[in-house]
């Protein structure tokens, strides 16, 4: 069974956004959480389902993981869909984790949420567009080991300084500067 909408809404009621756009976000997801029917379903895409994603700081502190998105060909965070067998959100995240990196050993920054974001999926032969309404937790690596798995394409710990080079988007840029900014 996956994690119930009252965990999503009391994440999401509880996170305070200081940017407009994350309060905008927040104001769609709240609406979506409330009227679909299973907010994680992965097959539901209109207008699309709630996933988890995490951003991570390299134990040095200078640095954040991304990955090489397999599918859609972009550096973004480690995170995906939420499965029926997770006991929760932050641990949905966790577990797409090291499932993509092979990192396993993270220490929550928080209790809550580090960020939220809605970004557009593309349409593929598999599956429509859609939206991924996602859910941001910030952990710290207790190792800067990797092992990147078949899910993805390559990742590395990036600095900051280097995002753009990686053709990086807004979407990953502005939760990387505030979490680098923490340390």
């Given at each position: 069974m996956t994690p119930p909408r009252s965990e999503l809404l009391r994440l999401l009621t509880a996170y305070d956004p200081l940017e407009p756009d994350e309060q905008r976000y927040r104001r769609q997801m709240l609406d979506a959480a409330a009227v679909t029917v299973d907010p994680f379903d992965r097959?539901?895409?209109?207008?699309?389902?709630?996933?988890?994603?995490?951003?991570?700081?390299?134990?040095?502190?200078?640095?954040?993981?991304?990955?090489?998105?397999?599918?859609?060909?972009?550096?973004?965070?480690?995170?995906?869909h939420v499965d029926p067998g997770d006991p929760g959100l932050i641990e949905a995240a966790m577990r797409e984790?090291?499932?993509?990196?092979?990192?396993?050993?993270?220490?929550?920054?928080?209790?809550?949420?580090?960020?939220?974001?809605?970004?557009?999926?593309?349409?593929?032969?598999?599956?429509?567009?859609?939206?991924?309404?996602?859910?941001?937790?910030?952990?710290?690596?207790?190792?800067?080991?990797?092992?990147?798995?078949?899910?993805?394409?390559?990742?590395?710990w990036v600095r900051l300084d280097e995002l753009e080079s990686l053709g990086v988007g807004r979407s990953v840029t502005r939760p990387v500067s505030r979490l680098l900014g923490y340390l």
């Open positions: 097959g539901e895409y209109v207008p699309g389902h709630f996933t988890a994603s995490a951003f991570i700081i390299h134990p040095d502190g200078d640095r954040v993981l991304l990955i090489h998105h397999g599918k859609i060909g972009i550096w973004v965070q480690p995170g995906g984790v090291a499932e993509e990196t092979g990192v396993a050993d993270l220490t929550p920054i928080g209790d809550g949420l580090f960020d939220i974001d809605i970004h557009e999926y593309p349409e593929s032969p598999e599956q429509s567009r859609h939206l991924h309404f996602d859910l941001r937790f910030g952990f710290v690596a207790g190792s800067g080991v990797l092992a990147a798995t078949e899910e993805v394409k390559d990742c590395r």
